[in-house]
Nanobody
């Protein structure tokens, strides 16, 4: 299984980025997908999750209204649209796949991707 995250980068505060995570060697439509992030010196934290069908989503309070998770099951890809970025959004962003999470909790994802760096300058 491979989860390939990409399209991180350096952006000024208030700017936007769109991350993508392409999945391979798994039946993508069977997995709930999520984005996590890890800032320097901090633990990994949940950012956003989406149900298999895309019909339900959940967000961390710190990103509500600014970040949007979506998926395209035909392309085996999950996205994270990031708007109104803040310096505190600076982190490595990881995607994760979980077949059985309830309430989109993602306590123990089945698979993790490698991260993509997002840096927001003030």
């Amino acid at each position: 299984v491979q989860l390939q995250a990409s399209w991180g980068g350096l952006v000024q505060a208030g700017g936007s980025l769109r991350l993508s995570c392409a999945a391979s060697r798994l039946t993508f439509r069977d997995y709930n997908m999520a984005w996590f992030r890890q800032a320097p010196g901090k633990g990994r934290e949940f950012v956003a999750g989406i149900r298999r069908s895309g019909g339900a989503t959940r967000y961390a309070d710190s990103v509500k209204g600014r970040l949007t998770i979506s998926r395209d099951n035909a392309k085996n890809t999950v996205y994270l649209e990031m708007n109104s970025l803040r310096p505190e959004d600076t982190a490595i962003y990881f995607c994760a796949a979980d077949r059985t999470t309830s309430l989109l909790a993602f306590r123990k994802p089945d698979y993790w991707g490698q991260g993509t760096q997002v840096t927001v300058s003030s």
